[in-house]
């Protein structure tokens, strides 16, 4: 499952589009005061047509969505984001009623924007390993944010 979450319009409002990679799945379209807030497509080229009309409306893409990646072995899925300085995981067995809240979720939460984004690399590299390959591959940027008071936490004494 594929799923881009943008932001955008007057006044700002939070759209998803959602791919079902089951050609036998149905789409539905979700709207709220006109506008649509959700759309899933079972077609790929209609998910990114979808996709490209948003952006082309002005609206971008949230930072969950930018580094949004599904990993898939050959009965489990797992899905990694990164939101702020929040590393969410999301993962389970994959079932043809497979919806988004399928699974388990995880989010675990650092100190650090820097220590949240070595956590995700690192849990995507760790994936990897274990044979779990990526569908619908695409470049991911992580933005910068800037620098926020840090957490408190424990520090180690010398």
């Not at 006044?11 to 799945?25: F, G, N, T, V």
């Not at 005061?33 to 409306?57: M, S």
């Not at 067995?93 to 988004?100: A, D, F, G, S, Y």
């Not at 995880?106 to 220590?115: A, H, N, S, T």
Request: proline fraction near 4%; include cysteine.
């Amino acid at each position: 499952m594929l799923l881009r979450e943008l932001i955008g319009g007057d006044p700002p409002y939070r759209c998803r589009l959602i791919l079902r990679d089951d050609p036998s799945a149905f789409g539905h379209r979700v709207t709220g005061g006109g506008r649509v807030t959700e759309q899933a497509l079972t077609r790929l080229a209609d998910f990114e047509e979808a996709v490209a009309a948003k952006v082309a409306e002005g609206f971008a893409e949230t930072e969950r969505s930018l580094t949004r990646r599904v990993l898939v072995s050959s009965d489990r899925f797992w899905i990694v984001a990164l939101d702020g300085d929040t590393v969410r995981t999301q993962f389970g067995r994959i079932l043809t009623e497979w919806r988004e809240s399928s699974g388990q979720n995880r989010d675990k939460e650092f100190r650090d924007r820097d220590r949240a984004v070595a956590a995700y690399h690192r849990a995507i590299a760790d994936k990897l390993k274990e044979g779990y390959e990526e569908r619908y591959a695409r470049p991911v940027l992580i933005a910068d944010v800037p620098n926020a008071a840090k957490k408190p936490g424990k520090r180690k004494s010398r």
